[in-house]
């Protein structure tokens, strides 16, 4: 079992006394550089129709930014890999393997990742992975492996102690008519980069191993650790192995004869304020004899002598608004939450005789209200106008299906060590590879908490709150057509990107502060046609990139 971890806020960080943003009339320097050659910006096809599909594209950030040394990157359609160094001058990194006739057209954007300062790995959207390996005195050294799955780049690292490129990858699949996502863990050989510049003749990458993790919802973020040995996934489903390369994975599946029906105690469901248990009863019970007991953390049900259920709860109870009836052979207790939002993993502490129910009615509404939004012509769902989206229009409010999971998973044992489960209401704000590791911020109430993941080589893992942006989680679900979510290293800010021509920036406050300051970019007409593909923020600039333009925001003159 994977020690559960229950996210706690550092109360000190928090701002108990904030009260608004303030709007700040006070320009900002704009910089605008034209592309001679348009960004390279695959749309959907017309299989790939399903919500899952339509949120990759709706949601895919062009722009990368290096976390080592601050620097951007974009694919243009030449294949071209373009960096922008912090003072805004272009310069031609690399051109990709170009899309061959075996390969096809791309199934996915180009995406990128970085290993190390010097190992950037990329994909052309189709079966190419490209190895870039960066040399001062030499030129790049390139590694193309073909016939990958064709995907999109989470993340990669450079694992020095061991030599190794971990890279992980995550597309679209259909199993028995159902659209799942897969992540795909790729392992490579590396050489030594202190020896790169020496004999680049005998320098080799090579492939190593696959593993592959099956996820039914969609994939949040995928972050490595540096040791090699954990990955972090944040998904609306538990992610389990199904194949392995380099060792079998084990699937535990009942012998015939040796079956067993695991007949639950207690079933139970919830929603983001209540939780409803059900217990089977004898028909034709003395009503007067049920003795519903509940306290802020106890449960008690009893009917005469004999204890139905007992135990302590998983998170604290309002027990004032407790209510229960009993119908035939069934006993309904409904119960309320004392902190609304906050999704629960167990109902009673330690108790594994009770099995949990999905929200039947609130899964079937948001299909109902999702089925419109997965193709480029207007729909006509019921109850709804006639609207028509395309991929690029999908709003995060409109996806949210279920509560993530947030994984830490051992890649050699194929094991769950840790897990967080995270409320409707606590939900991915933005995240942020940083060069140690990796930055969440998790909507807390009205706030946004800044978490750090923690990396070990062993069993103690943590996640350590770091910062608060004050009423953040408040504002970032007003803004219906947000698309990139994005803030510097220092955390002096954080913006909300449109998807076409506002950008609202919210500086965080200093100290004590009752009041932040807020700011409105409108960036023209022009972005109203040509809608904003990418977003990054470094201490000083907010980049923003488009098919044809770079846009660099001063923030800290």
Avoid at 204 to 222: H, N, P, Q, S, T
Avoid at 248 to 262: C, D, R, S
Avoid at 277 to 294: H, N, P, R, T
Avoid at 433 to 460: F, I, T, Y
Wanted: proline share 4%; with cysteine; charged share 25%.
């Amino acid at each position: 079992m994977p020690d559960i971890i229950e996210l706690r806020p550092d109360k000190g960080l928090l701002y108990p006394n904030f009260e608004k943003y303030q709007f700040l009339d006070e320009p900002i320097l704009i910089l605008e550089k034209d592309l001679e050659t348009e960004v390279l910006r695959v749309e959907p096809s017309s299989s790939q129709d399903s919500w899952l599909e339509a949120r990759s594209f709706a949601y895919h950030n062009h722009l990368y930014k290096n976390p080592f040394n601050g620097k951007c990157y974009f694919v243009n359609k030449d294949n071209e890999l373009w960096k922008m160094d912090t003072n805004g001058f272009l310069e031609l990194v690399h051109t990709l393997t170009k899309f061959s006739i075996e390969s096809g057209a791309p199934v996915y954007n180009p995406s990128l990742s970085f290993a190390s300062e010097d190992i950037i790995v990329g994909c052309n959207g189709c079966k190419n992975l490209e190895i870039i390996i960066k040399n001062d005195s030499q030129p790049l050294l390139t590694f193309v492996f073909e016939d990958i799955d064709a995907g999109i780049i989470l993340d990669s690292v450079y694992v020095e102690d061991k030599s190794i490129i971990n890279v992980v990858m995550c597309f679209i699949t259909e199993i028995d008519s159902k659209k799942h996502s897969e992540v795909v863990l790729y392992t490579y050989s590396s050489p030594a980069i202190d020896t790169v510049g020496s004999e680049p003749s005998s320098l080799d990458v090579k492939f190593i191993g696959k593993r592959i993790l099956r996820v039914k919802g969609a994939v949040e973020y995928a972050n490595l650790e540096s040791n090699g040995n954990y990955l972090h996934l944040m998904s609306q489903d538990s992610a389990t192995f199904v194949y392995d390369s380099l060792r079998p994975v084990n699937k535990e599946i009942p012998t015939e004869g040796n079956q067993e029906i695991n007949i639950p105690k207690y079933c139970w469901s919830q929603d983001e304020d209540s939780l409803t248990i059900w217990l089977k009863v004898f028909d034709g019970i003395d009503k007067s004899q049920i003795k519903v007991e509940v306290k802020p953390n106890n449960i008690v049900i009893k009917y005469e002598d004999q204890i139905l259920m007992a135990g302590e709860s998983g998170h604290r109870l309002d027990p004032d608004l407790t209510t229960w009836s009993h119908e035939k052979d069934s006993l309904k207790i409904d119960l309320f939450k004392n902190e609304t939002g906050l999704m629960w993993n167990e109902l009673i502490k330690g108790d594994t005789g009770g099995e949990c129910l999905p929200n039947e009615a609130l899964a079937a509404e948001v299909h109902s209200r999702l089925a419109y939004l997965c193709t480029e012509e207007p729909g006509t769902g019921v109850g709804h106008p006639m609207l028509g989206f395309n991929s690029e229009q999908l709003e995060e409010c409109d996806i949210q299906e279920r509560e993530n999971q947030f994984q830490r998973i051992n890649i050699d044992s194929h094991k769950t060590t840790h897990l967080v489960i995270l409320g409707a209401n606590n939900r991915v704000l933005f995240t942020q590879r940083v060069k140690h590791g990796q930055l969440l911020c998790l909507r807390h109430d009205h706030d946004g908490c800044v978490w750090v993941a923690g990396e070990s080589n062993d069993e103690h893992w943590r996640l350590k709150h770091i910062s608060t942006f004050p009423g953040f989680g408040y504002v970032e679900a007003s803004k219906t057509n947000k698309k990139f979510c994005v803030s510097p290293p220092n955390g002096s800010y954080v913006a909300i990107v449109e998807h076409a021509r506002h950008v609202f920036l919210y500086e965080k406050p200093v100290g004590n502060s009752k009041i932040g300051h807020q700011r409105i970019v409108d960036l023209g007409c022009e972005v109203q046609a040509n809608p904003v593909l990418g977003a990054a923020a470094s201490n000083r600039y907010l980049y923003l990139l488009t098919k044809n333009k770079l846009y660099q925001l001063q923030m800290n003159p």
